[in-house]
């Protein structure tokens, strides 16, 4: 794997994202709610916030937003690795465009099992170990700056692979080769994450703001469903998680740490333009 960014093949485009993320890790909204309780996340939340928080006292009012949208976002992964059913500590996940690894710390707190997670980040893959070591978990949990398209692990190797909003930035072909190649036969994958919704036609204007905001290119809901089926990924669950999400980005606008982007969002899921979906599929 590689130890700096410069030791990557990656595409310009890829190393334009690179750049986002070392720009971007560390913006209010994700440095503010990690602080809560040490757990990074890149992901939206999830969930009905707790009402007390509205009522909160001005003088505390923000900080108790911001630990609900944190205990939000927590929940949305909490969600995702629910799909997974049983673990063993001797199995391996995959934990595909990682960020600064909540979800993997997660996991192995919940399964005790191995995981490995891959960010195009430095930035991101420094933390993130950094935060397996401080817990004493490195010999579990590690993080690889490199790119998941290509990811180097033997072919069955892993018993469960997961995106956690990133499948936006990379082809969904290409990608779900990859992860047929390294699942073995009856892994399972799990994906959150945002798509436009087809039936409706091309992207929204909103859709786009949020394409331009992150660097990145969200795919149509219906892209996904045939890449899955030409890579032999048979989907077993889908489930819109547009309605659970909208209150987290109603509560985020109220909060100090709102980043701009929060309009885009509630008007194209109001709109349904724009969908937060779950999707988990077994490998055949
Ligand atoms: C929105 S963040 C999500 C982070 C994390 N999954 C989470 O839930 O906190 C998107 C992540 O995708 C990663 N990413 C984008 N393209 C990638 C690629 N080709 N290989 C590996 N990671 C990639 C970025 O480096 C970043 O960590």
């Known amino acids: 794997m590689a130890s700096s960014i410069q030791d990557l093949a ?3 485009y890829q190393r334009s994202v690179a750049d986002y993320w070392r720009v971007h890790t560390t913006d209010p909204v994700n440095e503010e709610l990690g602080k809560v309780d040490g757990l990074y996340h890149h992901h939206y939340g999830i969930g009905t ?4 928080v509205a009522r909160a006292p001005w003088a505390i009012r923000d900080q108790e937003i911001i630990k609900e949208l944190h205990r939000l ?3 949305q992964a909490d969600l995702l690795l629910d799909q997974f059913g049983q673990i063993e500590p001797t199995d391996r996940l995959f934990d595909g465009g990682c960020g600064r690894g909540g979800t993997s710390i997660m996991a192995h707190a919940r399964f005790g099992c191995e995981v490995d997670g891959m960010t195009i980040s430095e930035v991101q893959a420094d933390f993130a170990n950094k935060q397996a070591v401080d817990r004493g978990i490195d010999g579990h949990v590690r993080f690889h700056l490199h790119d998941m398209l290509h990811t180097g692990f033997d072919d069955g190797s892993v018993r469960g692979v997961w995106t956690n909003e990133t499948t936006m930035y990379v082809d969904l072909f290409d ?3 990859e992860f047929a190649r390294i699942l073995r036969p009856g892994g399972r994958y799990v994906n959150i994450t ?4 087809d039936v409706l036609g091309d992207k929204s204007a909103a859709v786009r703001t949020i394409d331009a905001h992150y660097l990145c290119d969200v795919h149509a809901r219906s892209t996904y469903f045939k890449a899955l089926a ?3 990924l048979v989907p077993v669950k889908v489930v819109d998680l547009t309605p659970l999400t909208i209150p987290y980005w109603e509560l985020r606008l109220q909060s100090s740490v709102r980043s701009g982007i929060e309009q885009p969002f509630l008007s194209s899921y109001r709109d349904t333009s724009f969908q ?3 999707i988990v599929a077994d490998r055949i």
């Open 175 to 177: 990608l779900y080769r």
């Open 194 to 197: 945002g798509c436009y919704n």
């Open 276 to 278: 937060y979906l779950m």
């Open 10 to 12: 990656l595409s310009d």
């Open 230 to 232: 030409a890579n032999g």
């Open 73 to 75: 976002e927590t929940a």
């Open 49 to 52: 916030p707790d009402p007390a």
